[in-house]
C-alpha cells in the first residue's frame, strides 16, 4: 500500500424497512437447479437468493409423469420467494457465477474486487475479498462445477485467476501486452479447464491457456464490441455475441468464423446454454427480444430454428434458462420468469409459404416435421402447440426461411437468393421488421424496490433531495443519517426551490447515489472545510452556546457516527493505563528493594551536583555529554525547571473548548482604543485586546497565511493536544481559539517579545532539553501510518510518564464534548465505509465495512485499515489546521448620512468568509459611536438600529460574507456593503478633531485601515 494511497469514510444512509430485492438494475443471474435457487446480483451492489418452489431438473420427455400435477391444464407454478440478500459490494455488481458445486457463488464489481459468498454454509458469513482488478471487474466466469478456480476480467485490461480455496491470485494476463496496445478491456469472458476466450471493445475474441496465461489465438471477424462468450465443453467451438447484432460461431480446429447468425437486430448482450455442444442456446439484444435457437441434428448450423421467444421493455443484461422456465435481467429493479418454449413443436404456416433454400438440390429441412431428437415442448394442455409462423427469426442471411408465394414463382426464388435483408426485415413481406413474440407476458414477476436515482445537494450542504425510481421525492438530512420529508411524486427541480436557502457552505462531503442509495463521502482534505453556526440548530436538547459559536460539520458526524468505536478505545486506554501502573507497582515492591537510592559522588569525570546539593532530589546534569542511563524508577534525567508543568496537566488544560473569532469579549466590548490598537488588518479574525501593543507587520500580509517562520508552522504542525508548547500559552483566552484558526504562531511570537530577555535563553534551553529526553523518545518511535499509530504515539506518552516516575495516568483522550458536538443519534444500520483510493487506477478499494451499532466489536480491524487524520479527530480532538479563507468587502455610509469608519477614506477590510452581518454593523457602531462611559445592558443591540445593504438589498443580521458574494454581490472583486441607521436609535456622531480619545481612535483606524488596504493591495 502506497503512502500516496488516500484513505477516506464513506457513509450510506439507510432506506426505509422493505421487502427484500434489488433497488437498481440487476446485471447478473445464476441458477442452482438442485435446490432450485435463483441468485441475483444488482447495480445496489447486493445479492438476493429466490427460492424458486420448481422442479428443474426435468428436461427430457422420457423424464416427464404424463399424470404429473404440473401437466395439468389448471396447474399454475408457485411464486418466487424471497430467500436472502447481502450486500456484498459497494458499487454495481456486474456479474455473478456459481462455483463447487453451486456452494460459492463469486461475484465481479465495479468496487475493484471479486468476492465469494457461501450462503449455504453453517456459518454464513459475508462476502470474503478473492482480489482486487485496478479497475472495474466487468465479467466472472467458472470452468466447470467441481474446479476450484475461477477467472475475472477488467477495465483494467487483465485476467486473473483466483484460488477459491483462500490461495489469491494463481494467475494474471495482460491482455493487450502480447500486441504493443493499449486497449484490452475484457467485457466477455467464459472458461473451461483448457481454455479461456476473452472479448472487449476491439472486437477481437482472444483464446488463452488458463494454466501457462499464454494466448492460444485470436479471431477477429466482429465490427463492434464483443458483449459475450460461450464454450462448447470439449473446447473446440467457441460462441461470441457482438454489439454488431451478429452471434459467431468459431472453430478452434479450423481456426476461423464457421457462421454468423443474424437471428437479432440490434446490439446482442448476453448468451446462455446449459448444453455441452452449445446446440441449444438462448440470446438477448439491447431491444429486448430473447431468442431460442435449436440446432441439434442439423447438418448445418443455420438450418436450426430460432424463436423469439419474449420481449421486454428495455435491453437483457442477462438471459439464463432452467427447467421449463427463462429468467431475464434489465436495469429494472425486477426479475421477469417466462415459459420456456419447446423447438420440437410443428410451425404454424399460411398456406400461402412455402420453405426454400437458396439451392434447392441440397435442402435439407426438417419441416414441418422435426426430427426425433428435438425434445417435444412442455404439454400444457394436453396437446403440444405450434409455433407461430411470425414468431420464427431467420437464423442467417442463408439460412431456408418461408418465403411468400407469389405468382411468379422464379420470381420469388431469385428474390430469396439475391435478398440481404436481416431476419426480422424478412419475416413477413406484408409487414417487414416486426417479430411477435411467442410469450407476451412473464409467468411470474420478481419485484424490486425502489431505489434512488437522482440528488440535488443543497446550498446549506446538511440536506438532499433525492428522487426514486418510483417518481418519489425525498428530503434527507446528511447529518442525522435520515429522512426529513417526502413530497410524493413530483419533479425534482419543482421541489428544489422551495426547501433551498440562501446559505453559502464550504464543500465537505460528496453525496451520490450510484447504488441506489444516499452515500456521503469524506476525505481529510476537505471534511473539516465547512462550519454552522449553534444557534441554527434545533435540539431537543437544550444547550447553552457561546455567542456565535460555530460546529465544524465533518467533525461532527464523524464524532457520533463512531461513537461505539470512541467508547471501546477508552476502555482499551484506561486497561492499558492501569497495566502500566500495577507492572510499576509490582516492579518497586520486588524482594529485599532498598527503600531509597542515595546519588553517588561525583566519581565519573565531568558530573557536577545540582545547585540545590541535594542528591535524590534534584537531575544530575553532565558537562561533558555522558548520561547515565535511566533504569531505575524515580531516577530521571529531563525536566530541570520545576516551573514547567508535567504533560498530563498541560493536557488538561487542552480540554477547553476552542472558541471562534467573531465571538466574545474582543468583538462586543465598545472600548475603542483597545479595538483600533489591533495588530493585524484583519479585524475580524484577531483579538487584539489580549496582547500589548506590537508592530503591525508581524502579520500584515492580509492574504489569511500568517507571517511566521517555517519552523515555528512547522513545529504547530507537529503538536498534539497533549503536548503543548508552553504551558503559559494555553492560560491566555485566546490560544484555542488562534490555534483553530492557525493563528496560534503570532500569539505566540508576540507573547515572547514581551518576556523578559534574561528569561528568553533559558525557556528555550529547557524546551531543547525537553524534546531531547521526552519528544524524542516519544516523537520519533516508529508508529504504524494507521488509525493505531495515534494509539501507539499515546501509549508512548503514557510509559515515558511511568519512566519519569509518575504515580497517576492520566487519559489523554479527549474526544469533542457536547457543547462542541451536539449530540447525534445517527441510525445503527448506517452503513460504515473506510475506502482507498488506488492511484494510477479507475476504482477505489474497500477496506472496510460495518455499521454503526458493531463498530465497537470491530475496533481491532478498524485499527489497522483506518487512516491517522480519523484517530487525531476522534480521540485527540484535532483536525487539520488550515489557512482561513478571507472575504474583501468595502464598508460605504449610505448616501453619507453617517460618518465614514476610517478618516483617512480607506476602509477596505477583509474578514472570515463565515463572518455574519451583525459583526459588521458591530464593528460600525464602535467605529461611528463614542465609547459610551456608563454601558446600558439593556442597550440596543447594532443590528436593532443599524442596516447593511448589498446591491440595494437588506441583508439578513445572519447572513455570512460567502453568502452576501455568492447570492448577492454575485460578482468578483471586493464586496460594496452600505451602512445606514433604521430610525430606532440616535446616532451620536463623534467629534473627530476635539477631543483625545477620539483623535486616538480615528489614528487607529487610519493606522488599521492603512493596513488593511496595503496588506489587501500586496495580497
Known amino acids: 500500500m502506497g503512502r500516496n494511497a488516500r484513505k477516506r469514510i464513506s457513509y450510506v444512509l439507510p432506506l426505509a424497512n422493505s421487502a427484500g430485492g434489488h433497488r437498481l438494475g440487476v446485471n447478473g443471474l445464476a441458477v442452482d437447479p438442485v435446490n432450485s435457487i435463483l441468485y441475483s446480483g444488482g447495480r445496489d451492489g447486493v445479492i438476493c437468493a429466490w427460492d424458486l418452489g420448481l422442479d428443474l431438473n426435468i428436461k427430457d420427455s422420457d423424464d416427464r409423469d404424463p399424470f404429473a400435477e404440473s401437466n395439468s391444464s389448471d396447474h399454475k ?251 431475464t435481467a434489465t436495469s429494472s429493479s425486477s426479475i421477469n420468469r417466462w415459459n420456456d418454449v419447446g423447438t420440437g413443436a410443428e410451425i404454424a404456416l399460411p398456406e400461402s409459404y412455402k420453405w426454400h433454400r437458396s439451392s434447392i438440390a441440397t435442402t435439407r429441412s426438417r419441416y414441418p416435421s422435426p426430427p426425433t431428437s428435438i425434445s417435444p415442448p412442455p404439454a400444457t394442455n394436453g396437446t403440444s402447440q405450434k409455433l407461430p409462423f411470425r414468431s420464427i427469426l431467420r437464423m ?299 508592530t503591525p507587520t508581524a502579520n500584515g500580509n492580509g492574504n489569511g497565511k500568517h507571517g511566521v517562520s517555517t519552523d515555528t508552522s512547522e513545529e504547530a504542525v507537529l503538536l498534539s493536544p497533549s503536548e503543548p508548547e508552553n504551558a503559559s500559552q494555553t492560560k491566555k483566552g485566546n490560544a484555542l481559539f488562534s490555534k483553530k484558526f492557525n493563528m496560534s504562531f503570532k500569539m505566540k511570537k508576540f507573547g515572547q517579545t514581551s518576556t523578559p530577555e534574561v528569561n528568553k535563553p533559558v525557556a528555550v534551553d529547557e524546551k531543547s532539553e525537553d524534546s531531547d529526553s521526552r519528544s524524542s523518545k516519544t516523537d520519533c518511535r516508529a508508529v504504524e501510518d494507521n488509525f493505531f499509530g495515534i494509539i501507539q504515539r499515546i501509549r508512548h506518552s503514557y510509559e515515558d510518564q511511568i519512566q519519569e516516575g509518575a504515580l497517576v495516568l492520566t487519559s489523554t483522550i479527549n474526544p469533542s464534548l457536547p457543547s462542541e458536538t451536539p449530540v447525534l443519534k445517527p441510525p445503527l444500520a448506517t452503513t460504515i465505509l473506510i475506502q482507498e483510493d488506488r492511484p494510477g487506477s479507475g476504482g477505489v478499494a474497500d477496506l472496510f465495512e460495518g455499521n454503526v451499532g458493531s463498530l465497537g466489536q470491530q475496533a481491532d480491524l478498524i485499527e489497522k485499515v483506518a487512516p491517522m487524520w480519523l484517530a487525531d479527530v476522534l480521540l485527540r480532538n484535532a483536525t487539520p489546521s488550515k489557512d482561513i479563507i478571507k472575504v474583501s468587502f468595502i464598508l460605504e455610509p449610505y448616501q453619507n448620512l453617517l460618518p465614514s469608519i476610517a478618516s483617512d477614506g480607506n476602509n477596505r477590510l477583509n474578514a472570515n468568509r463565515v463572518l455574519r452581518a451583525r459583526k459588521i454593523l458591530s464593528y460600525v457602531a464602535e467605529r461611528i459611536e463614542p465609547a459610551p462611559e456608563n454601558p446600558d445592558p439593556d442597550a440596543l443591540k447594532p443590528e436593532e438600529y443599524l442596516e447593511l445593504y448589498c446591491q440595494n438589498q437588506l441583508i439578513s443580521p445572519t447572513m455570512t460574507l460567502a453568502s452576501i458574494r455568492a447570492h448577492v454581490w454575485r460578482g468578483g472583486g471586493d464586496v460594496i456593503l452600505f451602512y445606514k441607521s433604521n430610525g430606532r436609535k440616535e446616532i451620536q456622531h463623534a467629534p473627530r478633531a476635539l477631543t483625545p480619545p477620539a483623535a486616538s481612535t480615528s489614528g487607529s483606524e487610519r493606522k488599521a485601515s492603512s493596513e488593511a488596504g496595503s496588506s489587501n493591495r500586496n495580497g
Open 396 to 694: 442467417s442471411n442463408t439460412a431456408p426461411f418461408p418465403l411468400y408465394s407469389a405468382r411468379d414463382v422464379d420470381a420469388s426464388t431469385m428474390y430469396s437468393v439475391t435478398t440481404t435483408r436481416k431476419a426480422s426485415d424478412a419475416l413477413v413481406d406484408s409487414d417487414p421488421g416486426v417479430a411477435v413474440p411467442f410469450r407476451s407476458l412473464p409467468d411470474f414477476s420478481i419485484e424490486g424496490q425502489n431505489g434512488l436515482i437522482k440528488h440535488v445537494l443543497l446550498n446549506d450542504r446538511r440536506r438532499v433531495l433525492t428522487l426514486d425510481t418510483a417518481g418519489e421525492v425525498m428530503l434527507w438530512d446528511l447529518l442525522q443519517c435520515a429522512p426529513i420529508k417526502s413530497f410524493g411524486k413530483r419533479h425534482l427541480e419543482d421541489v428544489a426551490p422551495e426547501v433551498n436557502t440562501t446559505e453559502t457552505v464550504a464543500h465537505w462531503c460528496a453525496v451520490d447515489t450510484r447504488t441506489g442509495s444516499l452515500t456521503c463521502v469524506l476525505e481529510e482534505n476537505y471534511c473539516f472545510d465547512a462550519e454552522m453556526y449553534a444557534d441554527e440548530l434545533e435540539l431537543e436538547e437544550k444547550i447553552e452556546f457561546r455567542e456565535d459559536q460555530r460546529i465544524n460539520l465533518g467533525k461532527w458526524i464523524l464524532r457520533y457516527l463512531f461513537s461505539n468505536l470512541i467508547d471501546e478505545e477508552i476502555k482499551r486506554d484506561e486497561a492499558f493505563r492501569q497495566m502500566l501502573l500495577q507492572e510499576k507497582k509490582c516492579s518497586l515492591q520486588r524482594a529485599g528493594a532498598p527503600p531509597s537510592i542515595k546519588i553517588p559522588e561525583a566519581h565519573v569525570n565531568g558530573w557536577k551536583d545540582a545547585s540545590s546539593g541535594l542528591a535524590s532530589a534534584s537531575t544530575i546534569r553532565p558537562s561533558n555529554g555522558f548520561y547515565l542511563p535511566v533504569a531505575t524508577p524515580g531516577l530521571s534525567i529531563g525536566l530541570a525547571t520545576p516551573a514547567l508543568p508535567v504533560p498530563v496537566i498541560t493536557a488538561q488544560q487542552l480540554s477547553t473548548l476552542p472558541s471562534t473569532a467573531e465571538e466574545g469579549a474582543p468583538l462586543e466590548k465598545t472600548h475603542t482604543q483597545q479595538s483600533h490598537g489591533r495588530d493585524s488588518s484583519d479585524y475580524f479574525s484577531s483579538t487584539p485586546h489580549l496582547q500589548p501593543p506590537v
Open 77 to 327: 407454478p408457485p411464486p418466487t420467494q424471497f430467500r436472502q440478500q447481502v450486500q456484498a459490494h459497494t458499487h454495481w455488481v456486474n456479474d455473478i457465477v456459481l462455483a463447487q458445486n453451486n456452494e460459492a457463488l463469486i461475484s465481479a464489481s465495479s468496487d475493484i474486487t471479486v468476492k465469494i459468498w457461501r450462503p449455504a454454509a453453517e456459518d454464513v458469513r459475508p462476502p470474503q475479498t478473492l482480489g482486487l482488478h485496478s479497475d472495474y471487474v466487468k465479467r466472472v466466469a467458472s470452468p466447470g462445477p467441481h474446479a476450484n478456480w475461477v477467472a475475472s476480467g477488467g477495465l483494467d485490461h487483465k485476467i486473473s485467476l483466483w484460488d477459491l480455496n483462500g490461495g489469491g491470485q494463481k494467475l494474471q494476463i495482460a491482455v493487450g501486452d502480447d500486441e504493443n496496445t493499449a486497449k484490452g478491456s475484457v467485457y466477455a469472458l467464459a472458461a473451461t479447464s483448457s481454455i479461456l476466450a476473452s472479448g472487449g471493445p476491439e472486437s477481437i475474441v482472444r483464446v488463452w491457456d488458463p494454466r501457462t496465461g499464454k494466448r492460444i489465438t485470436k479471431f477477429v471477424g466482429h465490427t463492434d464490441n464483443v458483449r459475450d462468450v460461450l464454450i462448447t465443453q470439449d473446447g473446440d467451438t467457441i460462441m461470441t455475441a457482438s454489439s454488431d447484432q451478429t452471434v459467431k460461431v468459431w472453430s478452434m480446429t479450423a481456426g476461423r468464423c464457421m457462421y454468423t447468425l443474424t437471428m437479432h437486430t440490434d446490439s446482442v448482450w448476453s448468451l446462455f446454454s446449459d448444453h455441452p455442444q452449445l446446440s441449444v442456446f438462448y440470446s438477448s439484444d439491447r431491444s429486448g427480444v430473447v431468442a431460442k435457437s435449436d440446432v441439434r441434428g442439423c447438418v448445418e448450423m443455420d438450418e436450426g430454428l430460432s424463436v423469439a421467444v419474449c420481449q421486454e421493455h428495455e435491453g437483457v443484461n442477462k438471459v439464463i434458462s432452467a427447467g421449463d422456465y427463462i429468467w
